[in-house]
């Protein structure tokens, strides 16, 4: 199958810090993941783990049980899907560093985000999280350390102390710190190779890299999601890396989340441009430097930020980019096997993404996701700014003041009653559809997101327009001087 990728490795992303699946899902969608030309999983628990000890209290409220950890595990092999475990390690560490009990561990105390790297304890913290994660992973080839965006590095007190010693730099602090815990991961885990985000060290002078130790203990991971990536650049930074010493590299694309943090349906084009490139970036360097690609599919921008795609949603462009990447285009056949594998009569990768109903599990969602984010704003809208009766006899003015002519009511209402039916029941369906798939709380929050603002805007033009319409009790006051 994977004769004409230069990808020998090709992980998809699970990001599980927003919206993560039920078991019960995935056991349906890795058979998918599997035939569309998928042979691992990049799963970043975050605090879907099921942490113990002291480390307990990061535990989501639905997070995976050890069981169904496990159960995650072998539905995987079941599909020939390789797990990567990913623990971040250094930066987006807000899931760890929210909690008071780990808050002095903060580089700067205002900022969850990113690790002191100072503190003894804070390398005896990762290493629990990496020791528990790799229990329940025996056996892993890789794990991934994150430490990618570690922003605010070198501004905390103890860093800023040791940053004005001699010949200190911040490269050396991030370095240091990489170093500390690859070197864990391999004494620990002697099976395991630490994969690592590029992003900290693209700048990082050659030379300094190369002495480093670092290239001799983790593998990298170049990231970028543009549709536009630089092919020259990538390919120039490649050679960089391989000579400071990094043995194997690895790509990484999006097929989701990376194209606007409240982003609701994925733009398909863009993200098959991505691949594209990347397939480019991989033909112009040296056979095999690059030996595997993540498909990332990010669910938030960071631990704190709303959901983008929902996971169902992003398949269609996740099944279009995995066969882009297996057959080195995306002409009218390979665009048809995506058809054919989704059930979908016709995918238009042009806009945001087809309407039609799909066959692969979850294509409800993506149908009816489709329907509210293209469709339920627009129409309240129509009614509330466009409908010439509410913009002229049923203004805010007139609804502050419980004003309308009563003639007025019989040629709003109907509408606005027709419109809330219409979309309650869609709403209604799509509940339902997301409890399927996912835990409440996250269901809860993609409503209200997404569907609320705008349904209490229909329903509120309702109640302003029956309290209006209501029988008013007769004046007690002075009647007003009307001239």
Known sequence: MSGSTPFKMRLVHLDLKGAPPKVSYLSEIFPLFHDLGANGLLIEYEDMFPYEGHLQLLRAKHAYSPSEVKEILHLARQSELEVVPLVQTFGHMEFVLK?????????????PNTLNPHEAESLALVGAMIDQVLGLHG??????IG???????????????????????KAQLCLSHVRAVASHVLARHPGTTPLLWDDMLRDIPKDQLAVSGV????????WDYRADLDIHDKVLLMEKYRECGFP???????????????????PIEHHLRNHAQWLQVAGSGPADTLQGIVLTGWQRYDHFSVLCELLPVGIPSLAACLQLLLHGEFADYVKSRVESFLGISSLDITDSVSEGAGSFPGSSILALVTQVSLHLR????????????VTGWFSPYHRRRNLIHPVMVQHIQPEALSLLARWSSLVQELEAALQLVFYPDAVEEWLEEN???SMQRLQGLLQDLSQAAAPQPPSTGPTPDTG
Request: some cysteine; charged content about 20%; overall charge negative.
């Open 99 to 111: 909690h008071a009990a780990f808050a002095h561990l903060r580089e700067v105390a205002l900022f």
């Open 139 to 144: 056996g892993s080839p890789w794990l991934h």
């Open 147 to 169: 430490c990618d965006e570690v922003y605010h590095l070198g501004e905390g007190a103890a860093s800023r102390r040791w940053l004005e010693q001699e010949q200190h730099s």
């Open 215 to 222: 290239p001799q203990l983790v593998e990298l991971v170049l």
């Open 248 to 266: 194997r590299l690895w790509a990484a694309s999006a097929f989701k989340g990376a194209t606007g943090a409240s982003q609701a349906l994925p």
């Open 378 to 389: 627009s129409s309240v809208d129509a009614l509330l700014e466009g409908n010439r009766y």
């Open 451 to 453: 569907v609320l603002p």
